[in-house]
């Protein structure tokens, strides 16, 4: 698989930085989140480096023939009128794996949102495991993961601003849906 997910990127003129994390768990946050397409780009990256990668999709898109496909690829349905349970099941999806990246895109949608879920900050925390940012990058074609963890020790409006400073420079597919944290 990490020959294939290589030749797809390659062909679409896609890089991927080195990130291979020490920690076995951890939580990533993804931006920016415009087009479908992100996630099949950001598998891909993660089949590179062979990491077990699972991922957030409301439930909606769970028909067929897309369900077994969206399972397949590790993506998880969710029910976002839940969103409560959907941390629990988060922390404790954490807690039962040896070895898993929690992939959530934080701003929850697709289309252009400046109030980003704060979801990822809560379960990172309340799994005791390190979170930290991603960027799937159309301009200059690049998955990209900041090698150090976010501080989720410091109060969350801090870290939103240093999100805030990480994204700055980031384009999404439809660069018009994009918005960074208020």
């Keep these: 698989m990490k020959r294939f997910a290589t030749f797809l990127l390659r062909l679409g003129g896609w890089k991927v ?33 062979k990491l077990p990668a699972r991922f957030f999709i409301k439930k909606e898109f769970f028909v067929f023939p897309f369900g077994s496909l969206l399972k397949a690829l590790g993506g998880m349905p969710i029910d976002r009128e839940q969103a409560r349970h959907v941390a629990d099941y988060a922390v404790n999806l954490l807690a039962t794996h ?7 895109t934080p701003e929850g949608t697709r289309k252009r949102t400046g109030r980003w879920k704060k979801g990822f900050y809560h379960i990172a925390k309340r799994a005791g495991v390190p979170l930290y940012a991603g960027i799937v990058d159309y301009k200059t074609k690049t998955c990209t993961v900041l090698p150090e963890p976010l501080d989720t020790e410091q109060p969350l409006e801090n870290l939103l601003g240093d999100l805030r400073k990480i994204y700055a420079d980031a384009h999404g597919r439809r660069e018009e849906n994009f918005a960074l944290p208020e």
């Design 17 to 49: 930085n080195d990130f291979i994390p020490s920690e076995q768990k951890y939580v990533l946050i993804v931006a920016p989140h415009t087009s479908w397409l992100d996630a099949l780009i950001g598998k891909l990256a993660f089949w590179t480096k």
């Design 98 to 104: 040896r070895r898993l990246a929690l992939i959530i």
